[in-house]
């Protein structure tokens, strides 16, 4: 059946993309809270610069995955994968734009006096780190229970993010000097929420795709 191995073929080369853009994500994230911690603005430029080559990553999957669905019209686990490939391309590419909001966040940390954060930074950005990677290792292993547990973690994010206003309004009053410095944390907490949710999203979409019952909300 020669139609059958072509997109076999397809797919497999759609999913080695895919993983390809997810380590590139995964390394720029990784790379983006490094430049917080260091207070480095070579990594922080490196982070802003490798956005345009996943931005193009993500424009080339998503062309691959219309070209499988107008040519060979994918069925069963098939059009699937398609559907989850096209929902996983566009939560890493909203996971690099928040990558290159923590950069710029680390931009200016990095051209101000040392500032204690009011909360666990390094708690908060280690879960959210493990959360992402997880997402990620759950589309390469198929691992539903793994993909399970990331949405599991999502209320500790959610939970230290409201901590982190708590403390942040406090800050704001107790030091007005400091003002502008709490607003960048309070972003940089966000900025972490919102890729914790991202990753959920994408833990989401593959407990879809291994059982094909929709798991959000």
Same mark, same amino acid.
């Given at each position: 059946? =020669?139609?059958?191995?072509?997109?076999?073929?397809?797919?497999?080369?759609?999913?080695?993309?895919?993983?390809?853009?997810?380590?590139?994500?995964?390394?720029?994230?990784?790379?983006?809270?490094?430049? $917080?911690?260091?207070?480095?603005?070579?990594?922080?430029?490196?982070?802003?610069?490798? #956005?345009?080559?996943?931005?193009?990553?993500?424009?080339?999957?998503?062309?691959?995955?219309?070209?499988?669905?107008?040519?060979?019209? @994918?069925?069963?686990? #098939?059009?699937?994968?398609?559907?989850?490939?096209?929902?996983?391309?566009?939560?890493?590419?909203?996971?690099?734009?928040?990558?290159?909001?923590?950069?710029?966040? %680390?931009?200016?940390?990095?051209?101000? =006096? %040392?500032?204690?954060? @009011?909360?666990?930074?390094?708690?908060?950005?280690?879960?959210?780190?493990?959360?992402?990677?997880?997402?990620? #290792?759950?589309?390469?292993?198929?691992?539903?229970?793994?993909?399970?547990? $990331?949405?599991?973690?999502?209320?500790?994010?959610?939970?230290?993010?409201?901590?982190?206003?708590?403390?942040?309004?406090? !800050?704001?009053?107790?030091? =007005?000097?400091?003002?502008?410095?709490?607003?960048?944390?309070?972003?940089?907490?966000?900025?972490?929420?919102?890729?914790? #949710?991202?990753?959920?999203?994408?833990?989401?979409?593959?407990?879809?795709?291994?059982? !094909?019952?929709?798991?959000?909300?």
């Amino acid at each position: 059946m =020669p139609g059958s191995t072509i997109i076999v073929k397809e797919i497999d080369k759609l999913k080695q993309k895919l993983l390809l853009l997810g380590g590139k994500v995964e390394e720029n994230f990784n790379r983006a809270v490094r430049a $917080v911690e260091e207070r480095d603005m070579a990594l922080d430029e490196k982070v802003i610069n490798t #956005d345009d080559v996943i931005d193009q990553m993500e424009v080339e999957i998503e062309e691959e995955c219309l070209k499988i669905l107008a040519l060979h019209q @994918p069925v069963a686990r #098939d059009l699937r994968f398609i559907v989850t490939a096209l929902k996983v391309n566009n939560d890493l590419e909203r996971i690099d734009d928040h990558s290159v909001s923590i950069a710029k966040h %680390a931009l200016f940390f990095a051209n101000k =006096p %040392a500032f204690q954060f @009011p909360f666990d930074f390094l708690a908060m950005s280690k879960v959210t780190r493990k959360m992402l990677k997880m997402s990620l #290792d759950s589309l390469v292993e198929m691992d539903q229970s793994k993909a399970i547990s $990331v949405g599991a973690m999502d209320d500790t994010v959610d939970d230290m993010n409201r901590a982190m206003y708590d403390a942040c309004e406090k !800050g704001m009053v107790k030091s =007005p000097e400091k003002i502008s410095m709490y607003v960048h944390a309070m972003g940089l907490s966000r900025t972490f929420e919102r890729i914790a #949710d991202l990753s959920t999203n994408i833990a989401e979409d593959v407990i879809y795709l291994i059982s !094909g019952q929709i798991a959000r909300h």
